[in-house]
């Protein structure tokens, strides 16, 4: 089976910056995916991580280490419309996603 | 350009009852996923097909199953509804399975059974 952890919640204030922490455990590794869901809505891919470091886009950042099993998911430059849950996927040998619970991220004023 | 659609957007079931939720992608694409979504679960795989003609059971299969007669449509029919499977289930897409070919998530059905 497939482990993967990431904080529950987190709450940051409009403008600041906040990092999402993922952890995995997965048979194999083919990719990371971070996804963000807004409440009641259908998850929207974010970013791609397959290789070790950062991919930059915009305000949103993701980092992969894949001999720790560890991924970030960086959120610069807060906006209140960046509250929502963020997913992390890992994509096993198989070639199917396994999802983390997600973190619920609130920003306040 | 509707992308992936789902049908129902919610629906109320009696346990017992057989039920069929529908995708339809107009994307053209390869894959296709069914999960569901449960409260501090996150989303699970129920089952997948990575190309027309094909599917696979995934995480969750158990009370589910799965068609895909060609490349647009992939329902999930429940065939005898019990209350565990109340849930939110979301229908995905993508062009293929390997590299940065994110998955694209209809709007979700929202399934209560009773």
């Known amino acids: 089976g497939q482990n993967i952890d990431q904080p529950t919640e987190m709450t940051a204030t409009e403008g600041a910056i906040v990092q999402i922490n993922c952890t995995y455990q997965?048979?194999?590794?083919?990719?990371l995916f971070w996804y963000q869901q807004h409440a009641g809505e259908a998850p929207t891919f974010l970013s791609y991580?397959?290789?070790?470091g950062l991919e930059e886009k915009g305000r949103f950042s993701s980092f992969l280490s894949r001999s720790k099993g560890y991924s970030y998911l960086l959120l610069k430059e807060l906006q209140m419309k960046d509250s929502a849950s963020y997913l992390c996927?890992?994509?096993?040998?198989?070639?199917?996603?396994?999802f983390g619970a997600g973190t619920t991220v609130t920003v306040r004023a | 350009i509707a992308g992936i659609t789902q049908a129902p957007t919610s629906q109320i079931l009696a346990a017992g009852r057989r039920m069929t939720l529908r995708c339809t992608q107009d994307?053209?694409?390869?894959?296709m996923y069914w999960y569901r979504q449960d409260l501090g679960l996150g989303l699970r795989l129920i089952h997948y097909?990575?190309?027309?003609?094909?599917?696979g059971k995934g995480e969750v299969p158990d009370g589910y199953s799965v068609s895909r007669a060609n490349t647009d449509d992939f329902p999930l029919t429940l065939a005898s509804a019990v209350p565990s499977q109340t849930s939110v289930y979301f229908c995905?897409?993508?062009?293929?399975?390997?590299?940065?070919?994110?998955?694209?998530f209809g709007p979700g059905t929202r399934l209560t059974v009773l």
């Open positions: 995905a897409s993508s062009e293929g399975t390997s590299g940065a070919n994110e998955q694209f």
């Open positions: 997965t048979s194999g590794f083919n990719g």
């Open positions: 991580n397959v290789l070790d």
């Open positions: 996927a890992v994509r096993d040998s198989d070639y199917k996603l396994s």
């Open positions: 994307m053209r694409h390869n894959a």
């Open positions: 097909s990575n190309t027309a003609g094909t599917t």
